[in-house]
T-cell receptor, first 112, second 113 residues
Framework: SQQGEEDPQALSIQEGENATMNCSYK?????LQWYRQNSGRGLVHLILIRSNEREKHSGRLRVTLDTSKKSSSLLITASRAADTASYFCATGPDTGRRALTFGSGTRLQVQP | NAGVTQTPKFQVLKTGQSMTLQCAQD?????MYWYRQDPGMGLRLIYY???????DKGEVPNGYNVSRLNKREFSLRLESAAPSQTSVYFC????????????FGSGTRLTVV
């Protein structure tokens, strides 16, 4: 079963707009990560937020984490056509299996 | 710096055939992973190796075996391929067993007919 569920499944916006993707998970975590996948390629690590952090920034990316609601959001500001990709959240557990569990992803289309 | 290299990139198998997917990393990472990606289902963990000499089952291990040949290489074997194993397979690596960020290979697209 998927630990992370992402919302929306697909998102289409205009260049320059902001894009927000949400991720919910079920069990306690050590950290939560976001990855990007361009069509036909491998995943690329974007950003990691630890369970004791609430917000993190990296360039045009802003990630928030609410462990009480078991949810996270990824905000991409001033989007560009090159941001078109699928975005996945992944949770790192604090116990048990030492591997990430991935969500089903959000497909982002940025129209030029 | 190649990162994570997977071979082959594409493969077509007949039902019942066997094959090994190869993965090698040159970042001196301790941990390595195999995932499969099916449409609409994200990535599911098949097997992982937290350190050289250890392997553990993931979410969907049935029909697969793995070998951590050395620190650099982690192979995935399909002994008797089935159409349900048609998927894109990704290998990844990370510095330690607490995954602080994976480096992924470019994937192997496998079709079983």
């Amino acid at each position: 079963s998927q630990q992370g569920e992402e919302d929306p499944q697909a998102l289409s916006i205009q260049e320059g707009e902001n894009a927000t993707m949400n991720c919910s998970y079920k069990t306690s975590i050590n950290n939560l990560q976001w990855y990007r996948q361009n069509s036909g390629r491998g995943l690329v690590h974007l950003i990691l937020i630890r369970s004791n952090e609430r917000e993190k920034h990296s360039g045009r990316l802003r990630v928030t984490l609410d462990t009480s609601k078991k949810s996270s959001s990824l905000l991409i500001t001033a989007s560009r056509a090159a941001d078109t990709a699928s975005y996945f959240c992944a949770t790192g557990p604090d116990t048990g299996r030492r591997a990430l569990t991935f969500g089903s992803g959000t497909r982002l289309q940025v129209q030029p | 710096n190649a990162g994570v290299t997977q071979t082959p990139k594409f493969q077509v198998l007949k039902t019942g055939q066997s094959m090994t997917l190869q993965c090698a990393q040159d970042m001196n990472h301790n941990s390595m992973y195999w995932y499969r990606q099916d449409p609409g289902m994200g990535l599911r963990l098949i097997y992982y190796s937290a350190s050289e000499g250890t392997t553990d089952k993931g979410e969907v291990p049935n029909g697969y075996n793995v070998s951590r040949l050395n620190k650099r290489e982690f192979s995935l074997r399909l002994e008797s391929a089935a159409p349900s194993q048609t998927s894109v397979y990704f290998c990844a690596s990370s510095e330690g067993p607490v995954p602080n960020g994976y480096t992924f290979g470019s994937g192997t697209r496998l079709t079983v007919v």
